[in-house]
């Protein structure tokens, strides 16, 4: 009787054991068949070209350690579940702060019927100057905006404007006297401003161009701009918060960008997210042969360095830079001291080559 009680307990045991068994072959054959299907669906996401990322090369460059790395860990977690954290992807969408960040403008007439400041960032804290404007970016240029009494021609800061989040549009010109009309109107009752600026990541107001920023919630804001240099320039809207109270408005709206009535219509530059490149080599004084291991850096205009080796022949690329940025292109040599050069790319550039003085 013993033996079989004890016989009906390991046959107990090894009944639940099966079953646990199943269970989980069960569970992870689901994962499997689900993973599959994802893949399936998805497959276009997993094939294609591949591109190669130096991510510490990326993580030690300032726009990303000031844009991405201080929030990233704060703000940005890939889980749509939870209500209070933001989209990773919305994030490198584009269109939230300066620079290749900025959507960029193509084709004039432009025409962007669904856009919003909803769930960006406050980049732009401009100061409010309302009695005297420092609006005073592109003195070359002829600008008509608005504002409060006394602001014409390039229009003014309420005490307020820039304490909402804001997003930014980017337009660059190969060639000199291009000109825009700008239109933005909200669509809703947020009071929201439009600023134009010049090619730089900045809150000062010398850095814009032009401003309108009536005041009123829902209406739409309009400038003018004609006689402008050969670069790239940023398209801003911002928020307006009477009192610069926090946090300010942030709302949809429409853009238009146009050339204005009578004047010779210039096209931007084409600005893609891969950017142009500078490639050259690194020479000596004595038979140009090729310096390898000179330290070639690149400095944009808002600080940011990037910084490359030269290879066999003394060669040495950078890619994916920004068309009509102006950058300053440097070399070090334990031997030899190179000249800086300062050049504007609004294409690729080959040939870029150094000699020691």
């Known amino acids: 009787m013993k033996g079989s009680g004890i016989s009906r307990n390991l046959r107990r045991y090894q009944l639940v054991l099966a079953c646990l068994v199943i269970a989980v072959c069960f569970v992870l054959g689901n994962d499997m068949y689900r993973a599959k299907a994802i893949v399936l ?49 919305r994030m490198f969408a584009g269109g939230d702060t300066c620079g290749l960040a900025a959507t960029p403008i193509q084709t004039l007439p432009y025409n962007d019927a669904a856009g919003t400041t909803v769930g960006l960032v406050d980049n732009w804290k401009i100061p409010g100057d309302v ?33 909402g989040p804001d997003s930014a549009y980017r337009i660059s010109f190969g060639a000199a006297n291009a000109n825009i009309l700008v239109t933005m109107d909200p669509t809703s009752t947020q009071d929201l401003a439009l600023l134009v600026y010049t090619n730089v990541c900045s809150s000062a107001p010398a850095d814009a161009i032009v401003v309108d920023d009536t005041g009123a919630g829902g209406i739409a804001e309009s400038v003018t701009i004609t006689n402008m240099p050969a670069g790239t320039y940023h ?12 946090p300010g408005p942030s709302g949809p709206y429409t853009l ?47 600080g940011v360095v990037r910084t490359t080796t030269t290879t066999k022949g003394g060669t040495y690329t950078f890619d994916d830079l920004e068309p009509g940025q102006t950058y300053i292109v440097s070399v070090s040599s334990r031997r030899f001291n190179f000249q800086p050069q300062v050049i504007q790319v609004t294409d690729n550039i080959a040939e870029l080559n150094f000699v020691p003085e």
Request: aromatic content about 4%.
């Open 41 to 89: 669906k998805n497959k276009d996401l997993f094939a294609g070209n591949k591109k190669v990322v130096n991510y510490m090369e990326a993580v030690k460059a300032k726009t990303f350690n000031k844009l991405v790395y201080s929030n990233l860990s704060r703000q940005y977690l890939i889980d749509p579940q939870r209500a209070k954290q933001k989209s990773l992807m």
């Open 131 to 163: 009695t005297d404007p420092t609006v005073t970016g592109c003195p070359t240029c002829v600008a008509t905006g608005a504002g409060p009494a006394g602001s014409l021609p390039r229009g003014a800061v309420y005490t307020g404007t820039g304490t």
């Open 235 to 246: 398209v801003v809207v911002d928020g307006y918060s009477a009192g610069a109270t926090l």
């Open 256 to 302: 238009n960008v146009t050339c204005v009535t009578g004047q010779t219509c210039i096209q931007p530059n084409t600005l893609t997210a891969a950017g142009v490149g500078v490639t050259g080599r690194v020479l000596t004084a004595a038979g140009g042969r090729g310096l390898v291991g000179a330290v070639v850096r690149l400095a944009d205009q808002a």
